[in-house]
T-cell receptor, first 114, second 113 residues
Framework: GAGVSQSPRYKVAKRGQDVALRCDPISGHVSLFWYQQALGQGPEFLTYFQNEAQLDKSGLPSDRFFAERPEGSVSTLKIQRTQQEDSAVYLC????????????FGPGTRLTVL | SQKIEQNSEALNIQEGKTATLTCNYTNYSPAYLQWYRQDPGRGPVFLLLIRENEKEKRKERLKVTFDTTLKQSLFHITASQPADSATYLCALDITGGSYIPTFGRGTSLIVHP
């Protein structure tokens, strides 16, 4: 079956622009995670959803970052007034149930802020 | 400070040899540890999960050990192949039982034919 998909794969934004990154998790997966990965680093946790509920947003670096999953499937990560330090790969992952499980990652969206 | 340490230097080995990657952590008592593989331009792919009460776990050519006294996990790939070349990430829960893993920076493995 289809894996986790993300769009766009690449995004170039001018500093100050707003961007929206989309994640389509595996159908039926309850848990959804967003991570930020800088070059040469591991993924860093941003936020976690269980169905439509955002249970943890402790990793969001500022109030310019906002995530939603209104119907418990597709999720959108929005970054307002982008800054150069927001340049990174944004990864989405889903897992089939709550708890300690294998995460299935999407290919990521590479965001470059000029 | 709390850390997850993976060797930042690439590991270069010859095809057919066993690759051993290390994940050390400090100040945590994780309930589990995971290993992922990441290829350039792709998201991580789950390989193995080992829980705190397990010493060793195997899957095909892969073996993971988990020493909670040494605060270390070793990841072995036996009979390595050039196709095993990738970055390998360890991830563990830093709060004991959390289902949100914290990732190390990964170690690059290069298997030479």
């Amino acid at each position: 079956g289809a894996g986790v998909s993300q769009s766009p794969r690449y995004k170039v934004a001018k500093r100050g622009q707003d961007v929206a990154l989309r994640c389509d998790p595996i159908s039926g997966h309850v848990s959804l995670f967003w991570y930020q990965q800088a070059l040469g680093q591991g993924p860093e946790f941003l936020t976690y959803f269980q169905n439509e509920a955002q249970l943890d947003k402790s990793g969001l670096p500022s109030d310019r970052f906002f995530a939603e999953r209104p119907e418990g499937s597709v999720s959108t990560l929005k970054i307002q007034r982008t800054q150069q330090e927001d340049s990174a790969v944004y990864l989405c992952a889903s897992s089939s149930r709550q708890g300690i499980n294998e995460q299935f990652f999407g290919p990521g969206t590479r965001l470059t802020v000029l | 400070s709390q850390k997850i340490e993976q060797n930042s230097e690439a590991l270069n080995i010859q095809e057919g040899k066993t690759a051993t990657l290390t994940c050390n952590y400090t100040n945590y008592s994780p309930a589990y540890l995971q290993w992922y593989r990441q290829d350039p331009g792709r998201g991580p792919v789950f390989l193995l999960l080992i829980r705190e009460n397990e010493k060793e776990k195997r899957k095909e050519r892969l073996k993971v050990t988990f020493d909670t006294t040494l605060k270390q996990s070793l990841f072995h790939i036996t009979a390595s192949q050039p196709a095993d070349s990738a970055t390998y990430l360890c991830a563990l829960d830093i709060t004991g039982g959390s289902y949100i893993p914290t990732f190390g920076r990964g170690t690059s493995l290069i298997v030479h034919p």
